[in-house]
C-alpha cells in the first residue's frame, strides 16, 4: 500500500510505501463496529445512580384510605407508579459497562481501520512534526497551510512543546502510536502518520 508523503505544504512529494499487514486489509464493518462500541463502552465510569422504593424520602403512612375514594389502592407514596416514588430497576454506581474484546480482535479492527483511512485517502505521512517552542499559534498556522481543518497527528513521540501547542486545538489531537484509539480514528478527517510511527505502528497492528 502506498500513501502520499506531505510537505509542510500540505503537499503530496512522494509515496511512502506502508506494510500491506497494517494499511492493506480489507474493511471489516462488524469487527470495526464491534471495537468501537467496545471502546467507549470501557470508557463509561458509571457514576450515575437513581433511587429505588426503599432509599427515596417518603412517609410510611397510608396516603388515602382503602375503600370508598373510587381510586386505587395504595400503600404508602414510594410506590414505583407515584411521582417522585422510586425506581423499579434504578440504575446503580457500581454497574459495570465493560465489554470484553480480545487483543487479536483488536489489532485486526484497527488495521481494517487504517487500510479504509488510506483507500478513501483519509490517510498520510509527513517526515515528522516538531515545534521549536509551545505556542499554539504557530502550529494552527502550520496545519491551515496544509489545508487541515480536523486532523488526528500520530507522531513517535509527543515532546512537552508540542502538547502543549496541540492541546488548545479543537479540531486537533496529537497522540503517540499506543494512544491512538478507534473513535479518535473514525472521528477526524485527516490522519497523520509521521516516518518513525509508522513503524511502532506496524509492531502493534501487523
Do not use: C
Request: net charge positive; aromatic share 8%.
Amino acid at each position: 500500500m502506498q500513501l502520499e508523503l506531505l510537505n509542510d505544504q500540505g503537499q503530496a512529494t512522494a509515496k511512502f510505501d506502508a506494510p500491506e499487514t497494517v494499511f492493506g486489509r480489507e474493511y471489516n464493518e462488524d469487527l470495526v463496529h464491534q471495537v468501537v462500541v467496545a471502546f467507549q463502552a470501557n470508557a463509561r465510569q458509571g457514576t450515575r445512580a437513581q433511587k429505588d422504593r426503599e432509599q427515596v424520602k417518603h412517609s410510611t403512612k397510608k396516603p388515602f384510605k382503602q375503600k370508598g375514594t373510587g381510586r386505587a389502592r395504595a400503600g404508602m407514596t414510594s410506590s414505583p407508579l407515584w411521582r417522585g416514588g422510586g425506581r423499579i430497576f434504578p440504575n446503580m454506581p457500581d454497574e459495570n459497562f465493560s465489554h470484553k474484546i480480545n487483543k487479536k480482535m483488536y489489532r485486526a479492527g484497527m488495521a481494517s481501520i487504517f487500510s479504509q483511512l488510506a483507500r478513501e485517502g483519509r490517510l498520510a505521512v509527513v517526515e515528522s512534526l516538531r515545534v521549536e517552542s509551545p505556542k499554539t499559534k504557530p502550529l494552527a498556522a502550520r496545519f491551515k497551510a496544509m489545508n487541515l481543518e480536523s486532523v488526528m497527528v500520530i507522531a513517535d513521540q509527543v515532546d512537552e512543546n508540542l502538547y502543549l501547542a496541540s492541546r488548545n486545538l479543537v479540531n486537533v489531537l496529537v497522540v503517540e502510536p499506543r494512544y491512538a484509539d478507534p473513535v479518535s480514528l473514525v472521528h477526524y478527517r485527516k490522519v497523520l502518520v509521521t516516518k518513525a510511527a509508522m513503524d511502532k505502528l506496524k509492531e502493534m497492528f501487523a
